[in-house]
């Protein structure tokens, strides 16, 4: 029957191993045990290379003390019970003497739970021994994130010890988290599912669900997993006997990865991964701004059209191509007039090319119209630069419109000879008249030099009095210093008359 699998294992750099193979070899460590309390559920298999008796043998944990090996028959014996489809069979070595070339499967504790572990699909006799019960904290201190090392050392005719190194926070998947090691000490991080890490037939490999057709030829070889059992063959869509090119393809494959060993009970396994090819994804769309934009360093002013590649950030995936069309909306409004000489005192109406457009107005002496402005009368004081910022109602872009406005100047300054500070309402106070100044003061002085008040605007004025104290009938000299904004200076010395 065709079986199919979906595994992803995750390829990370072991340190620290160091071996002398005579005796043994260590293949994997079940770092993340299934099942609570963890240190009762970890397990280690080694590849026996000669008879190993394990009285001589002992474990330097990572993070325990080792507490030596028990025998558990119940145990073995109900393990064995729950192999039911395949034809494995746990068997505690005879007189605790392990044959050369047998797999041993090394448990952290007498006290394993028997649901924790599957060992469905053991396709062989598996050699099984225990640790004494005891430990039941972690043997590896999974949470560490720097390199943890197991010790395993044997005493007797042939040379045993070998140590492996792992990085605990690499192990993916949580519980049934494990490494594989291969004869060189190369370790693979991979996620045993909560199954058993026994030694078989083993057909995983990986491959993504989606590849794009421009990807290249691939190695069907590289994606075998890390413990995956090598020397298998490869059939479907392949060519050259292990490679997969979607060079030109496009649509659902499929590809078995098959392998034979006439010495296990279950002869033939396989593992089929079912997959889509996929071409470069194209779209169009349209991008509106006004004006301009700046794109991929160019500056775009006008209406054009740019092929753009959307990258995917896996690397099996297809691109994305979209035709985007770039439309650039411009305002063409005018203002009329755009630039004008009135004189000073003057007024004028703007018009804009479309009288309906909404705009605001304002100049920098603070003259302000918010949008949408309906007055278009400027009466300005001085010369200035009016700005108009108008809104397409239809694509929302803004355009900026000035007006330049020049005066005329024609200066003037008068003054009164006399005023009567006396209440009626008429020539109270005494102060000057003028137009179109850029500046002006003026002192007043008592007949005796004596400064009775002092003004620098057209709007100060003085009422008669001095030190809070109203003056009498008198004349007094005023002095004015002043200038047009047309250049025309003043400097007038004259008397003046108040009447009580």
Not at 221 to 235: D, E, F, M, P, V
């Amino acid at each position: 029957m065709l079986k199919t699998f979906r595994n992803t294992f995750l390829l990370i750099l072991l340190f620290g191993f160091s071996a002398s193979a005579q005796c043994f070899t260590i293949e994997s460590i079940l770092a993340d045990a299934c099942g609570e309390p963890e240190g009762e559920n970890e397990m280690v298999t080694i590849r026996v290379n000669t008879n190993l008796d394990i009285n001589n043998l002992s474990f330097n944990w990572p993070n325990n003390n080792f507490l030596g090996w028990c025998s558990a028959p119940t145990i073995t014996n109900q393990l064995n019970q729950t192999i039911i489809s395949s034809c494995g069979f746990l068997l505690e070595p005879p007189g605790g003497i392990v044959p050369a070339g047998a797999n041993l499967l090394v448990v952290s504790s007498t006290n394993v739970l028997i649901n924790a572990n599957s060992f469905e699909g053991l396709s062989d006799t598996l050699y099984i021994i225990y640790q004494c019960a005891g430990n039941t904290a972690g043997h590896f201190s999974n949470g560490a994130n720097s390199p943890r090392t197991l010790q395993v050392s044997y005493v007797g005719s042939c040379i045993g010890d070998q140590t492996v190194s792992y990085i605990p926070t690499n192990l993916p998947g949580g519980d049934g988290g494990a490494i594989y090691y291969d004869t060189l000490g190369n370790g693979t991080y991979y996620n045993t599912g909560c199954n058993a890490p026994f030694p078989g037939l083993n057909p995983f490999w990986t491959f993504p669900e989606e590849i794009c057709e421009e990807f290249g030829l691939i190695d069907l070889n590289t994606q075998l997993a890390g413990n995956a059992t090598q020397g298998g063959t490869w059939s479907g869509d392949i060519e050259n006997t292990n490679f997969f090119n979607p060079s030109g393809k496009y649509g659902t494959y499929a590809i078995t990865y098959t392998l034979e060993d006439t010495s296990s009970c279950i002869g033939i396994a396989d593992s089929t991964i079912v997959f889509t090819v996929d071409t470069v994804g194209m779209g169009r769309d349209t991008f509106e701004t006004c004006d301009s934009i700046r794109q991929f360093g160019t500056l775009i002013s006008t209406d054009t059209t740019i092929e753009i590649r959307v990258s995917s950030p896996n690397p099996f995936l297809c691109d994305s191509i979209v035709e985007r069309f770039y439309k650039i909306n411009t305002t063409n409004f005018e203002v009329n007039p755009d630039q004008i000489t009135l004189n000073s005192g003057s007024s004028f109406n703007f018009e804009l090319s479309d009288p309906t457009v909404p705009y605001e107005l304002w100049s920098a002496s603070g003259d302000t119209c918010f949008i949408p402005c309906n007055e278009n009368e400027i009466a300005p004081a001085d010369e200035a630069v009016y700005f108009i910022r108008t809104v397409d109602p239809s694509s929302g872009c803004e355009q900026m419109l000035t007006i330049q406005v020049n005066l005329n100047y024609n200066s003037s300054l008068n003054f009164p000879t006399v005023f009567t500070p006396n209440q009626d309402g008429r020539n109270d106070v005494y102060k000057l008249f003028g137009s179109d100044l850029a500046f002006v003061e003026f002192q007043i002085f008592s007949r005796w030099g004596e400064l009775v008040y002092e003004g620098n605007t057209l709007s100060d004025f003085w009422d008669g009095t001095f030190k809070d104290r109203a003056l009498e009938s008198q004349l007094f000299l005023l002095k004015i210093s002043a200038s047009g904004k047309d250049g025309r200076r003043f400097d007038i010395t004259e008397k003046i008359k108040l009447i009580r």
